[in-house]
């Protein structure tokens, strides 16, 4: 069992950064592939990025590359994903979600289904 809490989220300008951390329990996060979701109001949850076990490999959705970089640290058990170049069409709820899948494919990574534990959200307001 993983629990996860983000942290980091906010209000913030167009133009403007923000970093978001996401803290998990227990003593085998190095064993979770990572990811990052969002959901704005009305649509459903998207991907945004995924990291590999040991941070050699990620992904990212079109829409955040070159804007967006996730990292972790398996010492401190945190996730991070360092938003810049914010856009109003960022705003949404960040989800942090831990995935036990083997292999670290992008077409399973990048769907929802690859995660087995999830954390509750933390709100990113990007205003124009």
């Known amino acids: 069992q993983v629990q996860l809490v983000e942290s980091g989220g906010g209000l913030v300008q167009a133009g403007g950064s923000l970093r978001l951390s996401c803290a998990a329990s227990g003593r085998t996060f190095s064993s979770y592939a990572m990811g990052w979701f969002r959901q704005a109001p009305g649509k459903e949850r998207e991907f945004v990025a995924a990291i590999s076990w040991g941070g050699g490999s990620t992904y990212y959705a079109d829409s955040v590359k070159g804007r967006f970089t996730i990292t972790r640290d398996n010492a401190k058990n945190t996730v991070y994903l360092q938003m810049n170049s914010l856009k109003p069409e960022d705003t949404a709820v960040y989800y942090c979600?831990?995935?036990?899948?083997?292999?670290?494919?992008?077409?399973?990574?990048?769907?929802?289904?690859?995660?087995?534990?999830w954390g509750q959200g933390t709100q990113v307001t990007v205003s124009s």
């Open positions: 979600a831990a995935s036990k899948r083997p292999g670290f494919a992008a077409n399973q990574q990048m769907g929802a289904p690859a995660y087995d534990y």
